[in-house]
């Protein structure tokens, strides 16, 4: 609606209207034949308060690498294999691998032994991340992760917080008793 007399404005909104420091001057001084537009009061000129939006940015957060692997981690020693198909470890690998860790005095509950055929993609600083190993155990060069410093065969080598080995896998080691006697020897040590 276009009004050509602002004075009619208040005969057609009843609310109060205010007006903005640069319409007053259209406005004093104008007298209509029964009322003067009164000046308003410098205190109650408000501005529009504009709402302010506080916008927060979405936090990102990376999901938390999870692993699914045989054991408890007690003495943070990390036994990386690589098995297609299986969860873990081949039954009779297992048993053989039972066996060398009685002989350090160390139980299935004290390490954790991880499947690389499910995690092959996966980085050797995540690992290192999740697991914080004191000795890394690599059986097999299938078991290596991205990422990882190359390691000469059955020598161990002290990497940052632990000591890794890379031996031969179950496999190579079932098939050669040189390779069982090279590798129980390095083992021995770590």
Do not use: C
């Not at 916008?55 to 943070?76: C, Q, R």
């Not at 179950?170 to 083992?187: A, D, P, V």
């Amino acid at each position: 609606m276009k009004v050509e007399n602002p004075v009619a404005l208040r005969f057609l909104l009843q609310d109060e209207l205010y007006l903005l420091d640069t319409d007053r001057p259209l406005y004093e001084n104008r007298e209509t034949a029964e009322h003067i537009i009164e000046k308003p009061e410098p205190e109650t000129i408000t501005q529009a308060q504009v709402p302010t939006i506080q916008v927060t940015k979405p936090e990102v957060k990376t999901p938390a690498v999870t692993f699914n692997y045989l054991g408890k981690n007690l003495k943070s020693f990390l036994i990386l294999v690589h098995y297609p198909g299986l969860d873990f470890i081949a039954d009779v690998h297992l048993t053989a691998l039972q066996n060398i860790l009685k002989r350090k005095d160390l139980e299935i509950d004290d390490v954790a032994i991880l499947n690389m055929d499910k995690y092959n993609t996966t980085n050797h600083d995540e690992l290192i991340s999740f697991f914080k190993p004191a000795k890394l155990l690599l059986l097999g060069q299938a078991a290596l992760p991205q990422g990882m410093a190359p390691l000469a065969l059955n020598t161990p080598k002290q990497l940052n917080n632990y000591t890794a080995l890379y031996s031969f896998s179950f496999n190579e080691m079932m098939e050669s008793t040189e390779n069982k006697k090279t590798f129980w020897e390095q083992m021995k040590t770590l």
